[in-house]
Every structure is written in C-alpha cells, then in structure tokens.
C-alpha cells in the first residue's frame, strides 16, 4: 500500500509548455502558437495541457527582451520587491501570480522552450536533480542519442522560471540564429515536446518501467568572458578550435581565445572541461563568452 501511495502522489496533473521568454527564440515561440491553435496535439487523457507565451512584447517585436531578461527576473526575492518596476519585473510578478494560482493544489511540469546560436543540438537543462526528472532524461536520451543533458545547480538558477516548479526544466536547441526559424530544430523541438507528453501519459497510466541506469550529466561550474581592455572592449574571440564545439573536452593548454593581432590565448585551468554556450550572441551583454562545465557519469536509482 505505501509503494501504491508514493507513485500515486507523483502523477503529473498539469503541464504547462512555455516559449516566447526569449521575444526572439522562434522555435519556441511558433510552437506554442501551433498548439494553440491545434491544442489537441498536446492533449492527453491523464493531464492537462496549457501552453504560455510568455513574452507577447518582446515576440512582437522580435527582441530577446524590452528592459531586461525576463528569464532573470524569477528569484523569489524580486518576485516580492514592488520597488522592481521594469516591464519585465512587472510581467514575471504577474506570470508567477498566475501560474501559482492555476496550480495550488497539484503536482505539475514546465517545460520551457529556448533556441541558442550555440551549437548546443538538443539539450534539456535541469535545475534540480528529481529523481523523476532523471528518469525522464535518461528516456529521452535512451530514444534519441542526440540529447544532452546540463544541469545547472539552484544556487546558479533560481532566477529562472522553470526554478518556481519542482518538476521545471527547459529544452535548449541549437544553432539558430536569432530571430530565424530553423525547420530541422523546429521538427525535432516538436517531437521531444510529444516524446515528454507521451511519457507523462505512459507513467501516469503505470506503463512505464522505472530502472537503475546511469545518465551522463553536465555540471554547471561557471562562466569565462572574453578577453577585454580597461574599457570593457572585446579583445579576442572564440578561437577557431573551440568554435562550434560545444561538450567537446577543453583540456589545459588548448586554445580558447584568438586576439585579434593573432595572439592564441589558451586555456589556463587545471583540468578539462567540458564548455557549452560557446559564442552564444544573447550572452555578448552579460559579460559571457562561454559556460563551462564538469561531465560525470550518475546513477540514476529506480523510482
């Protein structure tokens, strides 16, 4: 009886798919606009599904964001700040209001739509390691070698939207420039989003088989910023090695940065590392030329 009454309480009841925080992630936002239009595509019939724009201003006008990035602006503190006041304080105040109220009384999900001009392919971001998030990464992974999986600890991510939902996490493709529709990402955004609907259907019917396995994760560590003078100017770029390579190891002494007199400017840490996010052009105003992270091996224990 009480194994009965653990699974029973982790039944999914709601999810909502996010897309448009990012004003000019299209992917993202044409999905969420597909299933509103054709809602029963994201139907099942042990939950419900609802879809979020998230950002109508900034996908009108086609920008990431209009005073700061709204995917910044979930950490709790903020959240209850009324001194706060940019447009996109007000709307994260407002979209946390409403989804706290549609979701009182039940265990739910966010999947949170993003696109990247990084080489990132399919990658879900975890921002807490649930064991039923990790059962679910290690499905998508065991059916589509393609996907990767970063987590990125709360301590680095509690800012973030999928940070308010115990069961939160975002699906992350790339490249794509800003602003562009790529079809290929686009289909296979589309058929991981129903691959999630279809597992949540199948576990919520007691259909799944839930094993010990082990899933290779990416351990958020950190951040490197281009080299810069005492003006705050760029002076390198992502050298022409590391470019687009993304996961792939960097180890000490390997090139990371090429000024621009053609100095190579190399990797001074102690050991390797695994960079993601590499050249990505949102991240130019945040001071950020790539994100590093650990890769290990976990083991993921049977639910």
Not at 13 to 38: A, P, R
Not at 48 to 67: D, G, Q
Not at 167 to 183: R, S
């Amino acid at each position: 009886m009480r194994e009965t009454k653990e699974i029973t309480n982790y039944l999914i009841k709601f999810v909502m798919i996010i897309g448009g925080i990012h004003g000019n992630e299209l992917i993202g936002v044409y999905l969420i606009k597909l299933f509103e239009k054709v809602p029963h595509l994201i139907q099942r019939p042990s939950f419900e599904s609802s879809t979020l724009l998230a950002n109508p201003k900034a996908v009108a006008e086609c920008r990431r964001h209009i005073e700061k990035d709204l995917n910044r602006s979930f950490n709790r503190e903020d959240l209850n700040d009324p001194t706060l006041s940019t447009f996109e304080d007000k709307l994260a105040k407002q979209i946390y209001k409403n989804l706290k109220s549609q979701n009182q009384s039940q265990i739910s999900m966010f999947v949170d739509l993003h696109s990247t001009t990084a080489n990132m392919g399919l990658t879900l971001i975890l921002v807490k390691l649930h064991p039923w998030l990790l059962q679910l990464a290690v499905y998508l992974s065991s059916i589509n070698p393609e996907v990767r999986v970063i987590y990125i600890p709360s301590n680095a991510a509690n800012n973030v939207l999928i940070s308010q939902c115990e069961l939160g996490f975002a699906i992350e493709v790339g490249p794509v420039p800003q602003g562009v529709l790529d079809a290929v990402l686009f289909q296979k955004t589309k058929e991981i989003v129903y691959a999630i609907l279809d597992y949540l259907q199948a576990f919520n019917q007691g259909l799944t088989q839930s094993n010990t396995n082990t899933l290779t994760l990416y351990e958020y560590v950190g951040t490197v910023d281009y080299p810069r003078n005492e003006h705050g100017e760029i002076q390198a770029m992502i050298h022409p090695q590391l470019q687009s390579r993304d996961f792939a190891p960097l180890n000490p002494g390997e090139p990371i940065f090429l000024a621009f007199d053609e100095e190579i400017i190399t990797y001074k840490g102690a050991s390797t590392i695994y960079p993601i996010f590499i050249n990505e052009a949102a991240y130019y105003e945040q001071g950020t030329a790539m994100c590093l992270t650990n890769k290990r091996q976990i083991v993921v224990e049977a639910l």
